[in-house]
């Protein structure tokens, strides 16, 4: 059978959606070798894959309180995406260089890659091997886009301030002329930073449904939508005469120091409500632990599989995994942006008419919000049935079985 490495990214949200994946692989006789942060070792492990450690200087742990990536901000200037794009460039290169002896030691049949850490997909075109993409946001399509549809991706997908269909077009220009700065020193492939967070593979894992996925029509046989899988031990024991909320701002954003202030609202909302409470705290529990009564419970960390089956809200930050974990279940949400794609994922909910999204997080906007929806039986009725798609029968082993297929298929034409 053939061997793998998988170049993953140091985020929970980024390692949980794949894990499937990976036991399909391994159970087909595959051999996994993942790059990771040493906190995800035993889950990753678990699946029967091998464990390799990035090195410090090459992938570094974030500094949550003062980087400027976790500060709140919808929309960048476009001098500050060109930035970025310099910086990207100079990462996909510096990354590749770092990884591709020990890549090339392990004589890998091919490589995955997260969209995120797109030097992956140059070190599978140096080592002539096919590159496959895991995709654990949205995806984003390779195609020529109408002028409308290329303002509305600059804009959401990029948390760009653009106003015109100029402004999108001289991004593209300004773009090209980095890549070109760095191609004439570097090969940089097929590289286009334009697609940075949707670098298409030759084969691409996207961990949702056709359904959820924005322009989903535009996605070729290259794409495959695996839906998710989450615990089917749903419980029926939801209390009727007290709804469930269930809040949470992800493992990252608990770690900021604004995000007590958005739990002690909450408490503060539904003070007055029919309601009962499940807060997962994280860094904020010691905060928010003498709140704690009948119908309010603090935890650290929740188990938020089992909490949500039990949940008629969720109000949370927009994370893909929580928004999926939500609608797998059932449950409506009421989300509260913060950083990057959390603002394209709550404007999708909104669009979809499964929840909505609040940038007042006063008391009252919370409590008006929240109850809104639970007094409207229509969100959770739509949730249900967008959650319903995501249930794709056997989408992990029809992902591996079409990645093993592509690594063989380039083995026999070698």
Do not use: W
């Not at 990207?88 to 591709?100: D, F, L, Q, T, V």
Request: aromatic share 14%; net charge neutral.
């Amino acid at each position: 059978m053939a061997k793998c490495i998988f170049f993953g990214t140091p985020a929970f949200g980024h390692v949980k959606p794949t894990l499937g994946l990976l036991k399909e692989l391994v159970n087909k006789g595959e051999t996994v070798y993942i790059y990771n942060s040493d906190i995800f070792r035993k889950v990753i492990e678990d699946t029967g894959s091998i464990f390799l450690p990035y090195e410090d200087n090459v992938i570094k742990d974030i500094d949550y309180e003062n980087s400027s990536i976790y500060t709140k901000c919808e929309y960048y200037p476009i001098e500050s995406v060109i930035a970025e794009c310099m910086i990207s460039c100079g990462e996909y290169i510096r990354k590749s260089e770092a990884y591709i002896k020990n890549a090339s030691n392990l004589e890998p049949d091919y490589i995955i890659f997260d969209s995120v850490q797109f030097f992956g997909k140059r070190i599978a075109r140096m080592l002539k091997i096919p590159a496959i993409c895991s995709s654990t946001v949205l995806a984003i399509p390779h195609r020529k886009y109408e002028n409308e549809e290329l303002k509305y991706l600059v804009k959401n997908v990029y948390s760009t301030q653009v106003t015109s269909i100029q402004d999108c077009e001289q991004l593209q220009k300004c773009i090209l002329k980095v890549f070109k700065i760095y191609e004439k020193k570097h090969n940089m492939y097929d590289f286009d930073y334009f697609y940075k967070y949707g670098m298409a593979g030759d084969l691409n894992i996207v961990y949702t449904s056709k359904e959820f996925q924005p322009y989903g029509e535009y996605f070729d046989d290259t794409y495959i939508f695996t839906g998710c899988k989450f615990s089917e031990n749903i419980s029926d024991n939801k209390n009727k005469d007290r709804k469930k909320i269930y809040i949470t701002l992800g493992s990252i954003l608990t770690r900021l120091q604004d995000c007590g202030d958005f739990f002690l609202n909450c408490l503060l909302a539904f003070k007055n409500e029919k309601v009962s409470l499940v807060i997962a705290a994280g860094s904020k529990y010691e905060l928010l632990k003498d709140y704690q009564s009948d119908y309010i419970r603090i935890e650290r960390f929740a188990e938020q599989e089992k909490e949500l089956q039990q949940a008629d809200l969720v109000i949370a930050h927009g994370g893909i995994n929580t928004i999926y974990e939500s609608l797998y279940y059932g449950v409506p949400l009421l989300i509260y942006p913060y950083i990057s794609d959390q603002f394209f994922n709550a404007n999708l909910i909104t669009q979809y008419k499964v929840g909505k999204r609040i940038d007042d997080i006063s008391v009252e906007s919370i409590r008006k919000n929240a109850m809104q929806i639970l007094n409207d039986i229509s969100f959770a009725k739509r949730s249900k049935k967008l959650g319903n798609t995501l249930k794709i029968q056997n989408g992990y082993t029809i992902a591996a079985e079409k990645i093993i297929e592509i690594a063989q298929d380039k083995k026999m034409r070698k």
